[in-house]
């Protein structure tokens, strides 16, 4: 499994997040919503450092990584995160790896 973010992607943590080197963002499953993946669950973010990383990528000194606990979420997809320019909010895709 793997995390691909966009360049657009990257610079919107920076600004929207205030991430900078050395900074790491959980992507974890959260009750509630929907995704492609599960009903009534959806995909969330927050900064904070890691307890248990199963998936992790760095990128423009960022970390970006999945806790071993919120791996079934992906269920045997990569990630691929970009920005909608229209609205500036997150997209979140996925393909089957």
């Known amino acids: 499994m793997n995390i691909v973010l966009s360049e657009?992607?990257?610079?919107?943590?920076?600004?929207?997040?205030?991430a900078k080197t050395g900074d790491y963002i959980?992507?974890?499953a959260r009750?509630?919503?929907?995704?492609?993946?599960?009903?009534?669950f959806s995909l969330g973010i927050t900064k904070e450092l890691p307890d248990?990383?199963?998936v992790h990528v760095e990128q423009k000194g960022i970390h970006f990584y999945i806790e071993a606990r919120d791996y079934w979420y992906f269920d045997n997809?990569?990630?691929?995160?970009s920005v909608n320019?229209?609205?500036n909010e997150?997209?979140?895709?996925?393909?089957?790896a």
């Open 8 to 18: 657009e992607a990257i610079e919107w943590f920076h600004k929207e997040m205030e």
């Open 26 to 28: 959980k992507f974890f």
């Open 52 to 54: 248990e990383m199963k």
């Open 31 to 40: 009750y509630g919503g929907s995704s492609p993946l599960h009903e009534g």
């Open 90 to 96: 997150l997209v979140y895709s996925y393909e089957k």
């Open 77 to 81: 997809h990569d990630l691929y995160v």
């Open 85 to 87: 320019p229209n609205v």
